[in-house]
């Protein structure tokens, strides 16, 4: 097997990507230490697309957003078509019981999955244009923030209303705990503090969500019977509950190739498919953690590949744990649009390699991988660099200790471009997944990447 990080090819400047090392189809010793990248010169990126068409692709215009304003604009059609309605605390209830049914629904584990089938559906026949907008399922969020949002917004003109017209003192009560409640959790959801105090968004949307469902249990019971409202109220309930339900402590494996990576391998239940994630604890009502499933081929049983990024993850491979919680079922991830397309580039940056492994391994489309990351076999193992390797013979794996931080697009653009790909898929931090995808959207390349809205 081959690739940069044990020998490099001279490229035309044409061909090559500048500092970088290559693959090479002459055999080579077993692990010998990468060669320094040769010079050359870097291939030009294509030119930006028409300022129209570049504004779509500003990221304060992604789908996630275009879907969450969708929402507010429906719910604004239906206030219009529906006015006056501060007179019909019904026809208010239901619109609040609407749009918070679709903002919890939608991130139902079985809801994701169906939603990722039908938008791959579609086969490689279709126009690009149409398959580069399917691959956005993964935006779906924008569903639930455009829901909670509306649905929030009608609880309160309800509230209003119901204080207004002198209403029951106890439902009036529970109203106004159920705005005070519904403020702190979209309070705490918004990018600034989501991104800085992650644990505690999580602990307060997973407390505060239960105790508003509670409430709204409550507020229903006080109100006039309402047999839709009750229906609604138990789908939510059961959405809610079902992972709960699935709840279980399994057995884990744990290798530990350096100090940096844990391999925790499971046996337990169905083996999961190729691009779904699992999601385990130590403390299940404390914290939840997503990795990819790595199902190896024709083999029971899966992995997750899990980096120190953090206090948990150092824990977890400082102290491996013997077993460890489980819920909810495998949910389908970024990647697996990548069936809606003839061929794909797979761009990774240190574990970013993990949810990609499992689709290099499946084989499913071809692809190509361009893998950066520091001192690969030290860090990831032998053994899991020769089994990318023996399904990726001809990936650019970049050794930034040895090499530097490439330019990623530049590296991407040369991929899609040498292996005549449609599309890249880029696993990465919030950063360089961002450049990359912007980047390469900008000039008309479809790309895809984690959008960090959960």
């Keep these: 097997m081959t690739s940069s990080i044990e020998r490099t090819r001279q490229e035309s400047p ?21 060669p320094a990248p040769p010079e050359a010169t870097p291939a030009q990126l294509p030119p930006l697309i028409s300022t129209p068409r570049r504004l779509l692709k500003h990221p304060r215009l992604m789908h996630h957003n275009r879907l969450a304003a969708l929402v507010i604009l429906a719910n604004l059609t239906y206030l219009a078509m529906s006015w006056p309605v501060h007179n019909d605390p019904r026809t208010i209830g239901h619109a609040t019981l609407a749009n918070l049914t679709l903002a919890v629904v939608i991130r139902q584990q079985y809801v994701i999955n169906a939603l990722f089938r039908l938008a791959t ?49 106890a439902l009036i009560t529970v109203s106004w705990t159920l705005i005070a409640l519904l403020a702190g959790i979209i309070a705490t ?27 709204f249990w409550t507020h229903t019971l006080l109100s006039p019977k309402d047999p839709l409202a009750l229906v609604a109220l138990a789908v939510v309930t059961f959405s809610v509950a ?37 999601a385990i604890s130590r403390s299940p009502l404390k914290e939840w953690h997503s990795f990819a499933n790595v199902p190896a081929p024709g083999e029971p049983g899966f992995r997750l ?12 491979i400082d102290d491996a744990p013997e077993r ?29 390699i993990g949810p990609c492994l499992p689709h290099l391994l499946a084989a499913e489309v071809p692809s190509r991988l361009v893998w950066a990351t520091r001192d690969p076999r030290t860090t990831y193992g032998d053994d899991l660099v020769d089994e990318i390797l023996a399904v990726q013979p001809h990936a650019l794996v970049w050794d ?55």
């Excluded at 991104?195 to 997973?206: A, L």
């Excluded at 120190?308 to 824990?315: E, L």
């Design 242 to 278: 079902l992972p709960w339900l699935r709840l279980r402590k399994v057995d884990v494996r744990v290798e530990r190739p350096s100090t940096h990576v844990a391999l925790a391998r499971f046996d337990h239940g169905v083996t999961p498919f190729a691009g779904s994630s699992t």
């Design 305 to 316: 590949t899990i980096s120190r990024a953090g206090d948990w993850t150092g824990s977890f």
């Design 14 to 34: 044409a061909r090559g990507a500048g500092n970088c090392a290559t693959s090479h189809t002459q055999p080579a010793p077993a692990h010998p230490a990468p």
């Design 324 to 352: 460890v919680w489980v819920k909810g079922i495998t949910t389908a991830g970024v990647a697996n649009i990548e069936t809606l397309f003839s061929k794909v580039v797979y761009v990774a940056t240190g574990s970013g």
């Design 121 to 169: 559906w579609a086969p490689p026949t279709w126009p690009i244009k149409v398959r580069w907008t399917l691959g956005k399922v993964y935006h779906f969020g924008g569903l639930h923030v455009g829901g909670a949002l509306a649905g929030s917004l009608w609880f309160l003109a309800g509230a209003v209303a119901l204080t207004v017209n002198g209403g029951n003192t």
């Design 189 to 215: 959801a918004l990018p600034p503090f989501r991104s800085r105090h992650h644990d505690h968004f999580e602990k307060i949307h997973r407390f505060g969500g239960w105790t508003a469902l509670a409430l």
């Design 400 to 454: 930034t200790s040895r090499h530097g931080k490439p330019d990623m697009v530049r590296l991407a653009y040369d991929a899609y471009r040498d292996f005549g790909a449609e599309a890249v898929i880029c696993i990465s931090n919030k950063k360089l997944t961002w450049q990359v995808v912007h980047g390469l959207e900008r000039r008309g390349i479809p790309a895809y990447g984690a959008i960090w809205d959960s």
